[in-house]
RNA sequence: AGCGGGAUGGAGGAGCAUGGAGUCCUCGUCGGGCUCAUAACCCGAAGAUCACAGGUUCAAAUCCUGUUCCCGCUACCA
């Protein structure tokens, strides 16, 4: 492991603010950094975890306008929203902030007068589908027709039926899909990034990341192999960062140039509100870790570290790109339109406590594939590891304890070879699991924890303290290091649960990573209480039925 | 169509870079044990042509070629 003091900046996917993030959302990048960031402070190191809603672009300024709003009051609902269930999940950002306001405004146009000082910016005529009802120009997507090779109904980016690409002009019948319209091609004048200027650059340092994973360098180097164009980060748009630049002073930044700059504006955020340096953070040996969705690879991997060079390298460049798959409910993709899957507003409201959610979420992180929400495999996993092995174990003993030792910590005597075996474990299963976390293995991690207990089990059935009440102290001293080990190991995963061991065996602290806090002889516990309530078979049948997606 | 990823006992995963007896983990199933604990815990067993077809090799889940199926991306959704 590390011997340094580490410094990290832990980041996740800034969400969108149109809707309410569904599970999928929550496992493809805050729960993961949530719990990599509380890892990262157990284990001493300096850490920072930031995010924010991203909150420009085309669907905000749209819904906006359907709603009779200003987007300016949708984005302050939806942000709240979204605040709300990630406090809920217990996601420990150190600042969320948001892209709308003025810090990251100024942030952004600071970065981009730098990138076109540097060269990297050119401008050129577009000619894009124009609603003159709406008063807008369409992204492709936003006009529908009859595609020109199969004759069915197109969106103008790609035809679904023949799966052909397509230009918004080549639609027969074009029709705006906010207004039904027929929109009208029009000249258009953008700025672009010469991402092929940066193209070797950026294919050096992606070479040099061994320590990716391999999809997410693989998918990189593709891009690069493929070609890098430049890319168009200008938007006829009103609601936006606007462009400092006379010339464009009616259009803002694309959203997708202004969102990763977030990760800049929400850390100098908090370094103000906390009288730090901001750049300590961004520069230097600082390792700057992302936890993001698959469909955000190339943005993370080509996109922003191209914006980062041609700014000059102010910034660090991203150390790590944690690139997760996608997570699928019942065998299908979520849906908000089909009502499938199971959205963060639905979850609140459920009877499942926030540990709940995570550890089964935790058990089924898709880090190198895909996986897939069962409401049986929730229940399963929820009621045979959490409660049968943890919960249990942690019961037992403490339960124990309070009957036999009148609520206090026994007393060590001899130990055995046993005893000693089974304190060896406790150290290896935080160095194992400690490991197994700082290299994003994540599931594995879990499952060493697990197996801890599951030690401590399988030893106290061993030695089977109930024949023997008044010889057991050993036995249940020994059992009670692992309890306190347990409490510090699972706090990245289950930080309201590590809490509750805490206080059920009454301490203020339960120590670092490394160095945990045992619990010394005598020691009066606190009153030992079931950590989770069973999953029943007519509660799950009940999820089923309303939450099934058939 | 192109690019990238994937397919492993009934379910889900790891293993593949650097080939070495189908090896491991979680769950399920079957049999037994225990009774401190939330019908929880512990022990044992059954169960696999490692997607398919070829090839390289003394030896292939692992390397090579082809095929099928699933997922993502392809730059104006974000």
Same mark, same amino acid.
């Given at each position: 492991?590390?011997?340094?003091?580490?410094? *990290?900046?832990?980041?996740?996917?800034?969400?969108?603010?149109?809707?309410?993030?569904?599970?999928?959302?929550?496992?493809?990048? %805050?729960?993961?950094?949530? *719990?990599?960031?509380?890892?990262?402070? /157990?284990?001493?190191?300096?850490?920072?975890? *930031?995010?924010?809603?991203?909150?420009?672009?085309?669907?905000?300024?749209?819904?906006?306008? &359907?709603?009779?709003?200003?987007?300016?009051?949708?984005?302050?609902?939806?942000?709240?929203?979204?605040?709300?269930? @990630?406090?809920?999940? +217990?996601?420990?950002?150190?600042?969320?902030?948001?892209?709308?306001?003025?810090? %990251?405004?100024?942030?952004?146009?600071?970065?981009?007068?730098?990138?076109?000082?540097?060269?990297?910016?050119?401008?050129?005529?577009?000619?894009?589908?124009?609603?003159?009802?709406?008063?807008?120009?369409?992204?492709?997507?936003?006009?529908?027709?009859?595609?020109? @090779?199969?004759?069915? #109904?197109?969106?103008?980016?790609?035809?679904?039926?023949?799966?052909?690409?397509?230009?918004?002009?080549?639609?027969?019948?074009?029709?705006?899909?906010?207004?039904?319209?027929?929109?009208?091609?029009?000249?258009?004048? %953008?700025?672009?990034?010469?991402?092929?200027?940066?193209?070797? &650059?950026?294919?050096?340092?992606? *070479?040099?990341?061994?320590?990716?994973? !391999?999809?997410?360098?693989?998918?990189?180097?593709?891009? $690069?192999?493929?070609?890098?164009?430049?890319?168009?980060?200008?938007?006829?748009?009103?609601?936006?960062?606007?462009?400092?630049?006379?010339?464009?002073?009616?259009?803002?930044?694309? !959203?997708?140039?202004?969102?990763?700059?977030?990760?800049?504006?929400?850390?100098?955020?908090?370094?103000?509100?906390?009288?730090?340096?901001?750049?300590?953070?961004?520069?230097?040996?600082?390792?700057?870790?992302?936890?993001?969705?698959?469909?955000?690879?190339?943005? %993370?991997?080509?996109?922003?570290?191209?914006?980062?060079? +041609?700014?000059?390298?102010?910034?660090?460049?991203?150390?790590?790109? +944690?690139?997760?798959? @996608?997570?699928?409910?019942?065998?299908?993709?979520?849906?908000?339109?089909?009502?499938?899957?199971?959205?963060?507003?639905?979850? $609140?409201?459920?009877?499942?406590?926030?540990?709940?959610?995570?550890?089964?979420?935790?058990?089924?992180?898709?880090?190198?594939?895909?996986?897939?929400?069962?409401?049986?495999?929730?229940?399963?996993?929820?009621?045979?590891?959490?409660?049968?092995?943890?919960?249990?174990?942690?019961?037992?003993?403490?339960?124990?304890?309070?009957?036999?030792?009148?609520?206090?910590?026994?007393?060590?005597?001899?130990?055995?070879?046993?005893?000693?075996?089974?304190?060896?474990?406790?150290?290896?299963?935080?160095?194992?699991?400690?490991?197994?976390?700082?290299?994003?293995?994540?599931?594995?991690?879990?499952?060493?924890?697990?197996?801890?207990?599951?030690?401590?089990?399988?030893?106290?059935?061993?030695?089977?303290?109930?024949?023997?009440?008044?010889?057991?102290?050993?036995?249940?001293?020994?059992?009670?290091?692992?309890?306190?080990?347990?409490?510090?190991?699972?706090?990245?995963?289950?930080?309201?649960?590590?809490?509750?061991?805490?206080?059920?065996?009454?301490?203020?602290? /339960?120590?670092?990573?490394?160095?945990?806090?045992?619990?010394?002889?005598?020691?009066?516990? #606190?009153?030992?209480?079931?950590?989770?309530?069973?999953?029943?078979?007519?509660?799950?049948?009940?999820?089923?039925?309303?939450? #099934?997606?058939?």
């Amino acid at each position: 492991m590390v011997k340094f003091k580490e410094r *990290i900046l832990v980041t996740a996917a800034l969400p969108y603010v149109n809707n309410v993030p569904h599970l999928g959302n929550l496992v493809g990048s %805050h729960l993961p950094a949530d *719990i990599y960031a509380r890892f990262c402070r /157990l284990k001493g190191y300096d850490t920072l975890f *930031i995010g924010g809603t991203d909150e420009h672009g085309t669907p905000i300024e749209v819904a906006a306008k &359907k709603e009779g709003v200003l987007p300016r009051v949708l984005c302050d609902k939806y942000y709240k929203l979204q605040k709300k269930y @990630y406090d809920w999940f +217990a996601v420990s950002y150190d600042n969320f902030s948001r892209t709308s306001k003025p810090i %990251h405004h100024d942030i952004t146009k600071e970065f981009f007068s730098k990138i076109y000082k540097n060269g990297y910016i050119f401008d050129d005529v577009l000619k894009l589908p124009y609603c003159k009802k709406c008063e807008r120009f369409l992204p492709d997507r936003f006009v529908e027709g009859e595609c020109p @090779y199969c004759g069915q #109904g197109a969106r103008g980016d790609q035809c679904d039926h023949c799966t052909k690409l397509l230009n918004p002009d080549e639609l027969i019948n074009p029709y705006c899909i906010i207004c039904n319209n027929k929109p009208e091609i029009v000249e258009t004048k %953008h700025l672009f990034l010469d991402l092929s200027k940066l193209s070797p &650059k950026l294919k050096k340092w992606i *070479i040099k990341n061994k320590h990716w994973k !391999v999809n997410v360098r693989n998918l990189a180097l593709g891009w $690069i192999k493929e070609g890098l164009k430049p890319r168009c980060i200008t938007r006829d748009l009103k609601w936006g960062v606007g462009v400092p630049i006379p010339e464009f002073k009616n259009k803002v930044f694309y !959203v997708w140039f202004d969102a990763p700059i977030g990760y800049i504006s929400s850390t100098k955020e908090w370094a103000e509100r906390n009288k730090k340096d901001f750049k300590k953070w961004l520069t230097g040996s600082t390792k700057i870790i992302h936890f993001i969705g698959k469909d955000n690879i190339p943005f %993370h991997t080509i996109f922003w570290p191209g914006m980062l060079i +041609a700014e000059g390298g102010t910034y660090n460049l991203p150390w790590q790109v +944690a690139g997760l798959e @996608y997570l699928n409910f019942e065998g299908r993709k979520f849906s908000k339109s089909k009502s499938r899957g199971i959205f963060l507003n639905n979850v $609140i409201d459920l009877e499942f406590e926030p540990d709940i959610w995570r550890y089964y979420l935790s058990t089924i992180l898709p880090e190198t594939s895909d996986t897939d929400f069962s409401w049986d495999e929730f229940q399963a996993r929820v009621n045979n590891e959490l409660i049968g092995n943890l919960g249990n174990f942690v019961n037992r003993i403490l339960t124990f304890i309070n009957k036999n030792f009148n609520g206090k910590a026994p007393k060590s005597d001899k130990y055995d070879l046993y005893d000693k075996k089974v304190l060896k474990n406790i150290d290896e299963a935080s160095r194992i699991s400690g490991e197994l976390l700082y290299t994003l293995r994540f599931r594995d991690s879990l499952r060493e924890i697990l197996h801890l207990s599951s030690i401590g089990n399988k030893y106290f059935q061993d030695k089977k303290p109930w024949e023997n009440k008044e010889k057991s102290s050993t036995t249940l001293y020994v059992c009670l290091q692992i309890i306190c080990k347990l409490g510090v190991l699972i706090t990245p995963y289950l930080p309201n649960t590590s809490e509750k061991i805490k206080k059920q065996l009454n301490l203020k602290d /339960l120590g670092s990573w490394d160095k945990g806090i045992g619990v010394k002889p005598s020691h009066k516990l #606190g009153k030992p209480e079931i950590l989770f309530k069973r999953i029943e078979d007519k509660k799950i049948k009940e999820l089923k039925e309303n939450f #099934g997606g058939k």
